[in-house]
């Protein structure tokens, strides 16, 4: 007798791989795991796991059957991934991350269509084209279009950007303090400047007898020059 059951997670290495893609799952990304445990009384770490990425994993008909918060793990998830998973589950048996992000893709390039058709009729520039998603990128898939597809802002990068807008307002403010402390430092140097006149360098002595020598002897050349002139 095999017990089937679920569970959900983020990865805790990267040595799972997808049983559906055969790819290796990124450690610290969603996956899903089926379960087979030989009775319901036998442990979880005693069971045998069947891991899928979150997007490969196909939705079986149990758990449309019981409350999304009963799914082993749910309740460990970040809010948008429970978005994520509850979405999934609302698709019915089959269902999958993979087919929302592909309905999703299909739906961004009609209106990608149906803008550059528009565009060319009315003789417009064309519209720049959306970035674009790679499906098979494993977990990560999810990141450019969670927000879009359940509507839950990345808490992470919103945390980020606080504190960017906290850090830049606090060089601002820093700059302008340390701009109005400079232009007072040269305002104060510009007043002393202007309103006191510049001191005089004190004479020496020996300086002021040189002087007087200077003055008497040219003193007396003039005298001699007037008698020589006379003559």
Same mark, same amino acid.
């Given at each position: 007798m095999v017990v089937i059951s679920y569970c959900i997670e983020y990865a805790q290495s990267q040595k799972s791989v997808c049983l559906k893609c055969n790819k290796v799952i990124p450690n610290k990304s969603l996956r899903v795991a089926r379960m087979e445990r030989t009775?319901?009384?036998?442990?979880?770490?005693?069971a045998k796991f069947r891991w899928y990425h979150f997007k490969c994993f196909e939705v079986p008909e149990i758990l449309t059957k019981i409350p999304i918060h009963l799914i082993r793990g749910q309740v460990n998830l970040l809010d948008k991934d429970k978005l994520r998973l509850e979405k999934v589950i609302k698709l019915g048996?089959?269902?999958s991350w993979g087919q929302i992000v592909e309905q999703h893709q299909k739906k961004a390039k009609e209106d990608a269509d149906a803008a550059a058709a528009e565009a060319e009729a009315n003789g417009t520039p064309l519209p720049a084209p959306a970035a674009s998603m790679d499906i098979d990128s494993d977990?990560?898939?999810?990141?450019?279009?969670?927000?879009?597809?359940?509507?839950?802002?990345? =808490?992470?990068?919103? =945390?980020?950007?606080r504190k960017i807008n906290k850090l830049k307002a606090n060089t601002t403010g820093a700059k302008v303090a340390k701009k109005g402390a400079n232009n007072n430092n040269n305002n104060n140097k510009n007043t002393k400047s202007a309103g006191a006149p510049k001191a005089s360098k004190p004479v020496s002595a020996v300086a002021a007898a040189i002087a007087a020598s200077k003055a008497d002897s040219k003193k007396k050349m003039d005298e001699v020059k007037s008698k020589l002139a006379k003559k």
């Open positions: 009775s319901e009384k036998e442990k979880k770490k005693f048996a089959g269902g977990d990560e898939e999810a990141k450019d279009f969670t927000s879009a597809l359940t509507g839950e802002v990345d =808490r992470k990068q919103e =945390r980020k950007n």
